[in-house]
């Protein structure tokens, strides 16, 4: 396990409540410029995770047997994982809304919801979900990948990189969801992760520290000036950071030198979670009248970082007790040893 890269897992999950927690925290009229700087360049956290995600995947898979038994045993495990961690939280999610705010349903798609066939967060009862259904469409090339030898990886992703262009080039965007989806841009933010460890010994050089941290700064500024957060432009400002800060990680552990452990170590092994069930929490923030209630009894602040602190610790003990219990079962069970 590489310590940084789960630290700044949990760290890309935080960005993403606080991005969520936003707009609550500014309708209890409060004001904070240092979270509120954060939260609403949170959605970055997202490009984080697709390049680890990237980067974990060629871990897993870099030195395997590739053959179609190979390809099988991946896809599935995969595929546990993410639905697995998400169904519990799915259904929760849509008994709550249904006995307590029922017409947020309406005007979702609930199959899709489950099954993670629908990219449009705003089709789905989980809105962050939208990012699984990359993960999955990844996992796939990726499968392909390992279905025989034969089939080396600079000239898959090489072809996925070409066509993606070709897209970007040709097709413009929104004008036809399935192009937009199998051809979308994010994508290269995966196979950056990938190639990324694939080549890790050679990036992992010391001298090269100093480099990455001022192109990490340089890019996370050039990524907020801009702002563009849909598209090509979004892959080459805030994915080219994302790539950057994971590279960054990833060479300081190379070199023994560990930024945070404790804490944020934990919150990345529960990363998975907190990403899913924040936004219904702080929906019940609202629908519940909590909300209102902590602004009229003057204990906004202080109420709000509790509840923040409430939903991150319920994260962490649906992980441990629900999500990786309910994997590993499943998984010593269903799944032959590699």
Do not use: C
């Amino acid at each position: 396990m590489f310590y940084n890269i789960q630290a700044l897992r949990g760290i890309a999950a935080l960005m993403v409540v606080f991005h969520h927690a936003l707009p609550h925290f500014k309708a209890m009229n409060l004001s904070n410029m240092v979270f509120e700087s954060i939260a609403k360049f949170g959605y970055l956290g997202v490009d984080i995770f697709f390049v680890i995600s990237g980067f974990v995947m060629a871990k897993t898979t870099i030195g395997k047997i590739q053959n179609i038994n190979s390809s099988v045993q991946f896809i599935f495990k995969r595929f546990l994982r993410i639905f697995l961690g998400f169904w519990p939280i799915v259904f929760l999610a849509i008994i709550y809304y249904y006995f307590f705010n029922p017409s947020f349903l309406d005007n979702k798609e609930i199959l899709q919801s489950i099954f993670l066939v629908n990219a449009n967060m705003f089709d789905l009862v989980i809105a962050p979900a939208w990012s699984l259904t990359y993960e999955l469409y990844f996992y796939l090339i990726i499968a392909i990948l390992m279905l025989s030898p034969k089939i080396k990886p600079q000239f898959l992703f090489t072809a996925v990189i070409l066509f993606i262009i070709l897209k970007i080039t040709f097709v413009t965007l929104g004008s036809n969801k399935f192009i937009d989806f199998f051809l979308s841009s994010l994508i290269l933010e995966f196979i950056a992760g990938y190639a990324l460890y694939y080549f890790l010994d050679k990036l992992a050089n010391k001298k090269f520290i100093v480099i990455i941290l001022l192109a990490t700064i340089g890019f996370l500024y050039l990524a907020i000036t801009i702002n563009k957060p849909y598209g090509h432009i979004r892959v080459l400002t805030f994915g080219v950071f994302a790539f950057l800060i994971v590279w960054l990680f990833a060479s300081l552990e190379k070199n023994k030198i560990f930024i945070i452990k404790g804490l944020f170590k934990s919150l990345g092994d529960s990363s998975y979670t907190l990403y899913l069930t924040h936004v219904v929490f702080l929906g019940m923030l609202y629908t519940l009248g909590l909300r209102d209630y902590l602004v009229r009894v003057d204990f906004a602040m202080i109420g709000f970082i509790i509840y923040m602190i409430l939903i991150v610790t319920f994260s962490w003990l649906f992980y441990k007790i629900v999500e990786l219990p309910l994997y590993t079962t499943a998984k010593k069970h269903m799944i032959k040893s590699d």
